[in-house]
């Protein structure tokens, strides 16, 4: 029931009597324990929230030395001014006589703050480890080889290998409601404000960074720089995208309530269950719509081929689901 003068729905217990027997002294008690309940359930998904697994760590551990690798021994030699933090610290390398970690390690911190501000404490905690993990790899690199060229000797191999390396980290990071720290907190600003992509955010920051390359480098280095850069925020769509992509699955068949119940049970997952007419035998059917991850997908069409060789299945790609679904199967 919805409460005319409060906008929160509370649910009462329809009995014989109606719902002008209750007393407004219990309707009150009553919402006000839902709220409680609410209220102490928020906090609880909070805490959960804010816990770090050892799995994150170590992915975050290992995706963050790939991506220093790739900035310090790709992007580095090749004066690949990209849309990132790095980009804009091989700018500013130029004007200030400071290290690259030390320049890239006060950046960091700087858009943390702000991130932390603007996105959130869950954001920042994973992200501050991501950010100190950059300059520390990149202090590293350069105590161990001070002096470095281009791997591969060919800038356009060392800008694909570099694209790809850190586009599959800075995906999973994403992922993980996390990332690398710098200029991605500045597109996650701008992907939750302004509904932008990732990808679409980081390249209109990239351009922008791409552009000051003239400033201290010359019109090449700056024209490879933002081919990279467009490229580059295409790659990321690509990558985060992967990560999202579910089966949207309709069904109809004789045995749906069979199919619907393996569906919640099995794969604990919701099923929305629709009427449906046949305009070709016109005959009353049941459609069975559910939206599964891939895996699921498979489970799912292997039962149906045993219960139903007759079933009529569509099956369509979900590039985003937004909900409960992502956090909690049904139970």
Same mark, same amino acid.
Request: proline share 2%.
């Given at each position: ?36 309940? =609410? ?5 609880? /998904? ?14 975050? /551990? ?5 991506? =220093? +690798?790739?900035?310090? *021994? ?8 990209? !849309?990132?933090? =790095? ?41 501050? /480890? ?6 520390m790899y990149l202090r590293i690199f350069e105590i161990l080889t001070p002096h470095v060229e281009s791997l591969s000797g060919n800038i356009v191999i060392d800008l694909v290998c570099f694209m790809i390396?850190? !586009?599959?980290? &800075? ?28 990808? &679409?955010? @980081? ?15 010359? $019109? ?13 925020? &295409? ?9 999202? %992509?579910?089966?949207? %699955? ?9 199919? &619907?119940?393996? @569906?919640?049970?099995?794969? $604990? $997952?919701? +099923?929305?269950?629709?009427? +449906? *007419?046949? !305009? ?5 059917? %049941?459609? %069975?719509?559910? @939206?599964?991850?891939?895996?699921? *997908? ?17 099956? =369509?790609?979900?590039?985003?689901v937004v909900g409960a679904w992502n956090t909690v199967k049904s139970r």
């Amino acid at each position: 029931m919805l409460d005319k003068n409060n906008d929160n729905c509370i649910d009462m217990p329809e009995t014989d009597l109606g719902i002008d027997t209750l007393q407004k002294k219990d309707v009150l008690l009553f919402a006000q324990k839902k709220r409680s309940t =609410s209220l102490c359930g928020n906090i609880e /998904l909070r805490k959960n929230e804010m816990k770090i697994t050892k799995k994150e760590f170590i992915m975050m /551990l290992g995706g963050m030395f790939l991506m =220093s +690798a790739a900035v310090y *021994y790709e992007m580095m030699p090749n004066n690949l001014v990209l !849309g990132s933090l =790095s980009g804009l610290v091989l700018v500013l390398v130029k004007i200030i006589p400071l290290p690259v970690s030390t320049i890239t390690f006060v950046l960091n911190m700087i858009l943390l703050v702000i991130g932390y501000i603007f996105i959130g404490r869950e954001f920042g905690v994973k992200t501050v /480890l991501a950010s100190l993990m950059l300059p520390m790899y990149l202090r590293i690199f350069e105590i161990l080889t001070p002096h470095v060229e281009s791997l591969s000797g060919n800038i356009v191999i060392d800008l694909v290998c570099f694209m790809i390396v850190v !586009g599959a980290g &800075q995906a999973v990071l994403f992922n993980m409601n996390a990332s690398s720290g710098g200029i991605d907190i500045v597109a996650k600003l701008i992907n939750k404000y302004l509904g932008f992509k990732i990808g &679409q955010s @980081i390249t209109i920051i990239g351009v922008l960074i791409s552009m000051a390359a003239i400033f201290v480098y010359d $019109r090449e280095t700056m024209v490879i720089s933002l081919v990279g850069t467009l490229i580059y925020g &295409q790659v990321l769509d690509r990558f985060c995208d992967g990560f999202h %992509v579910r089966k949207k %699955v309709s069904i109809l068949s004789k045995e749906h309530e069979k199919i &619907q119940n393996y @569906i919640v049970r099995e794969l $604990r $997952r919701g +099923a929305t269950i629709y009427p +449906a *007419y046949g !305009g070709l035998d016109h005959a009353e059917h %049941v459609e %069975v719509v559910t @939206i599964l991850e891939k895996n699921e *997908y498979g489970k799912l069409l292997s039962f149906i081929h045993e219960t139903d060789e007759h079933a009529f299945v569509t099956v =369509s790609t979900v590039n985003e689901v937004v909900g409960a679904w992502n956090t909690v199967k049904s139970r």
